[in-house]
């Protein structure tokens, strides 16, 4: 592995932490849909080509000891920069690798329970068709993904609100079921874990799924003004409670409220809805990541293989 292959590498690695700015005014420049669905594929390429790239990475200083070099039939060392920077490397990749498996399974295990958990409790309570109440003293409301998809409501929660602004409500979490949206969520949600400039991505994308049923509730009753009340509403109703929600169940008091309702509240020629250049950069560094790191990772193997004595330079 030249120098140059091992800054090929890295660049996987750094480009996260560069496009978090531009994955919120992306947002800002596209619909919602359109950004969502954008930001969601930014985030799974990017947690692709960090994670191919750290493998590499790992592999790298793994075949510097003597016994995985004679464990991959090495017949001639394998060309790096000196041991004082490739091992450290190596040692810090294999690191972050290994807490990213670590805090996904936790995470995994714990959104399995809460969601098996949800489920239960919809399953028993009183339904009408896909509206499920639950008798609490907390307020909540979300939208419970499976077969049939739910929405969960509790019944301080429907106190809180008048009969138009519930109406409201649940338009904003049927949307969030029609649209799929806790598909795009559990993929943020993975690549979060894989790198931590991926967190804030997560975030953006979280935001981008409820606006985008934020659009479709406004549309459903047909007035933005009643959409925008009855999510603030509800987000002042559940700001003290704590939802025990599966955190890819999506919630209309879930992201910044007052950002969501500024932009139902805005006057159409304020709501950008054209590409621009930032989305466009944005694509731009995520194939740049993706590019990188597949020719960091094809041309790593062509090393090993002239290592091997299997293939020429």
């Given at each position: 592995m030249t120098a140059q292959l091992l800054i090929l590498l890295l660049v996987p690695l750094l480009l996260p932490f560069a496009v978090r700015p531009l994955a919120g005014r992306t947002l800002d420049r596209l619909g919602p849909v359109a950004a969502l669905r954008t930001l969601t594929l930014t985030v799974l390429v990017l947690a692709g080509a960090s994670v191919s790239a750290l493998g590499a990475?790992?592999?790298?200083?793994?075949?510097?000891?003597?016994?995985?070099?004679?464990?991959?039939?090495?017949?001639?060392?394998?060309?790096?920069?000196?041991?004082?920077?490739?091992?450290?490397?190596?040692?810090?990749?294999?690191?972050?690798?290994?807490v990213s498996a670590w805090t996904l399974l936790r995470s995994a295990v714990r959104q399995i329970h809460a969601f098996r958990t949800a489920r239960r409790q919809a399953d028993r309570s009183s339904a009408a068709g896909d509206l499920c109440v639950i008798d609490s003293p907390h307020p909540?409301?979300?939208?419970?993904?499976?077969?049939?998809?739910?929405?969960?409501?509790?019944?301080?929660?429907?106190?809180?609100?008048?009969?138009?602004?519930?109406?409201?409500?649940?338009?904003?979490?049927?949307?969030?079921?029609?649209?799929?949206?806790?598909?795009f969520l559990l993929a943020a949600e993975l690549a979060a874990h894989c790198h931590p400039g991926l967190r804030r991505l997560r975030d953006t994308v979280q935001l981008a799924a409820e606006?985008?049923?934020?659009?479709?509730?406004?549309?459903?009753?047909?007035?933005?003004?009643?959409?925008?009340?009855?999510?603030?509403?509800?987000?002042?109703?559940?700001?003290?409670?704590?939802?025990?929600?599966?955190?890819?169940?999506?919630?209309?008091?879930?992201?910044?409220?007052?950002?969501?309702?500024?932009?139902?509240?805005?006057?159409?020629?304020?709501?950008?809805?054209?590409?621009?250049?930032?989305?466009?950069?944005?694509?731009?560094?995520?194939?740049?990541?993706?590019?990188?790191?597949?020719?960091?990772?094809?041309?790593?193997?062509?090393?090993?293989?002239?290592a091997q004595g299997e293939a020429s330079r």
């Amino acid at each position: 592995m030249t120098a140059q292959l091992l800054i090929l590498l890295l660049v996987p690695l750094l480009l996260p932490f560069a496009v978090r700015p531009l994955a919120g005014r992306t947002l800002d420049r596209l619909g919602p849909v359109a950004a969502l669905r954008t930001l969601t594929l930014t985030v799974l390429v990017l947690a692709g080509a960090s994670v191919s790239a750290l493998g590499a990475l790992v592999l790298t200083g793994l075949l510097k000891l003597p016994l995985f070099a004679a464990l991959g039939e090495l017949v001639r060392p394998l060309p790096t920069p000196p041991d004082t920077l490739v091992l450290p490397v190596a040692a810090a990749a294999t690191g972050i690798l290994t807490v990213s498996a670590w805090t996904l399974l936790r995470s995994a295990v714990r959104q399995i329970h809460a969601f098996r958990t949800a489920r239960r409790q919809a399953d028993r309570s009183s339904a009408a068709g896909d509206l499920c109440v639950i008798d609490s003293p907390h307020p909540d409301a979300y939208a419970l993904p499976g077969r049939p998809h739910r929405i969960v409501v509790t019944t301080a929660m429907l106190h809180s609100l008048g009969p138009a602004e519930r109406e409201a409500l649940f338009a904003h979490e049927r949307a969030h079921n029609a649209g799929n949206h806790y598909r795009f969520l559990l993929a943020a949600e993975l690549a979060a874990h894989c790198h931590p400039g991926l967190r804030r991505l997560r975030d953006t994308v979280q935001l981008a799924a409820e606006r985008a049923a934020d659009e479709a509730a406004a549309i459903a009753v047909g007035d933005r003004h009643l959409t925008a009340r009855a999510i603030a509403r509800a987000a002042l109703a559940a700001r003290a409670s704590h939802s025990t929600r599966p955190d890819f169940a999506s919630a209309a008091t879930a992201g910044p409220v007052p950002q969501r309702v500024a932009a139902l509240l805005a006057p159409p020629e304020h709501r950008p809805r054209t590409p621009s250049w930032i989305a466009l950069l944005l694509v731009a560094c995520t194939a740049f990541s993706a590019c990188a790191a597949a020719t960091g990772v094809i041309t790593f193997h062509h090393e090993v293989e002239v290592a091997q004595g299997e293939a020429s330079r």
